[in-house]
């Protein structure tokens, strides 16, 4: 599944920034679970927000709940993320992944997902 993002930017802290992906495969997509994942200078990829593909069933990592929320349009074939109370330590480049399986394949089995080319998030204080 090819995907797109598009969407971050700089904010200063407590700001708010909308993620969007787009699938560049069509309606393939809508059987995928979706999510995203971001990656700071220095540290590993790691899970933030994933969707199934009915948009049924949503997980967070505890560093973002209550802050950020994932939804998706299965007919623009689009899976968004609206950040807000933005804090520094959400800075990072933030890529958008697609899974055949579950959230918790998309979670755990990052070489079967499906990568966007990743787009940059930059908080300051």
């Known amino acids: 599944v090819g995907l797109l993002e598009s969407g971050g930017g700089s904010v200063q802290a407590g700001g708010s920034l909308r993620l969007s992906c787009a699938s560049m495969?069509?309606?393939?997509?809508?059987?995928?679970?979706a999510g995203w994942f971001r990656q700071a200078p220095g540290r590993e990829r790691e899970f933030v927000a994933g969707i199934t593909a009915s948009g049924g069933y949503i997980a967070y990592a505890d560093s973002v709940k209550g802050r950020f929320t994932i939804s998706r349009d299965n007919e623009k074939m689009t899976v968004d993320l609206q950040m807000n109370s933005l804090k520094v330590e959400d800075t990072a480049v933030y890529y958008c992944?697609?899974?055949?399986?579950?959230?918790?394949?998309?979670?755990?089995?990052?070489?079967?997902?499906?990568w966007g080319q990743g787009t940059q998030v930059t908080v300051s204080s």
């Open positions: 992944a697609a899974h055949p399986g579950r959230v918790s394949a998309l979670r755990s089995d990052l070489h079967d997902n499906s």
């Open positions: 495969s069509g309606p393939i997509f809508t059987d995928h679970a």
